[in-house]
């Protein structure tokens, strides 16, 4: 029987429960989510997106502390691609290791990929993303001036600099990720949203440039690029929930498409949380015989039997 292809979208939080930001304690937990991974491959073809929240954000602390002018920080985008080797590598390690208990031989490619986007996306108009360490008002103020950033106060913890969040429209590498999918690898690919580039005007060159790109909509991109059957979001809890956190809670289960977006419309999804989620999950299964699944990776396996999870079709 031929297999199902899914795309498996993991939060960047999911590599750093209760704060933990050492590398040894998310590696610990890279190793739980690769054994769950090495479980699913006997019956499906997986791609694993990821993303890098707390990751860039101590990468780009690091970056900034220790900045000079021998040796200057280095620009956000490529902080995301360090980052994508990072946890590249504690995933393909945690899988492979998995594999070997088992063992299976099997390939676990890491890619290292570029997500275009449009340089007239609106977002690059109001930059909301916020990024790196909290500063004084004085201290942000003073930054923004010497480098063109955009700051902004952040809930009442400080100054921030802030990006643009622009929407994924391409993904550079995504024939090379097919063919090692096809090839019979496990591929990680389009970590913390993907490397953010821009096509230039004249000879379509790409060019790397500073925004954030969300994790859920450039691994549901993919999906669609690769081909995919199943578009999977893994987060915190185990369902998408409508009035999450009072007395009137409630777990969607199997719903459509449809249902989602006419939810969103009432405001029962945030954005920052499970907006970017429900939209992608919904999006992917606009077409007949896609699946978008949201839950938590314990029940992932149940999820794809179709019994735990929020499962979204075309028609419920």
Excluded: C
Aim: proline share 4%; hydrophobic share 40%; aromatic share 6%.
């Amino acid at each position: 029987m031929e297999k199902k292809r899914i795309v498996l979208a993991l939060g960047g939080n999911a590599l750093q429960k209760n704060g933990e930001a050492t590398a040894e304690a998310q590696k610990k937990i890279a190793i739980e989510v690769g054994e769950t991974i090495a479980e699913l491959a006997n019956q499906y073809e997986i791609i694993v997106a990821h993303g890098n929240g707390p990751q860039v954000g101590n990468i780009l602390i690091h970056e900034e502390s220790a900045s000079s002018e021998k040796a200057p920080a280095m620009p956000l985008e490529t902080a995301v691609a360090m980052s994508q080797g990072q946890i590249g590598y504690w995933l393909t390690q945690a899988i492979n290791n998995a594999f070997a208990k088992k063992r299976k031989n099997k390939k676990v490619v890491t890619i290292v990929s570029q997500v275009v986007v449009s340089r007239d996306d609106s977002a690059f108009k109001n930059p909301t993303k916020p990024i790196g360490q909290f500063y004084s008002e004085k201290e942000a103020k003073a930054l923004a001036r010497e480098k063109g950033w955009t700051v902004k106060e952040d809930a009442g913890r400080g100054w921030r600099r802030v990006v643009a969040s622009p929407k994924p429209i391409d993904i550079v590498e995504k024939k090379s990720i097919k063919d090692l999918v096809e090839d019979g690898a496990i591929v990680i690919a389009a970590g913390g949203g993907g490397i953010p580039v821009i096509r230039t005007k004249i000879l379509k060159r790409l060019k790397g440039i500073d925004a954030v790109i969300d994790k859920d909509y450039a691994a549901e991109k993919l999906a669609e690029l690769v081909g995919a059957d199943i578009f999977i979001s893994v987060t915190a809890v185990p369902n998408v929930y409508i009035n999450y956190g009072t007395p009137d809670q409630k777990a969607l289960e199997h719903v459509s498409a449809g249902e989602i977006n006419r939810l969103k419309k009432y405001g029962y999804f945030k954005a920052g949380s499970m907006l970017p989620k429900v939209e992608a999950a919904a999006k992917f299964a606009e077409k007949p015989g896609r699946i978008g699944i949201i839950t938590d990776i314990e029940s992932l396996k149940p999820a794809l039997a179709g019994k735990a999870g929020t499962i979204i079709t075309r028609a419920s």
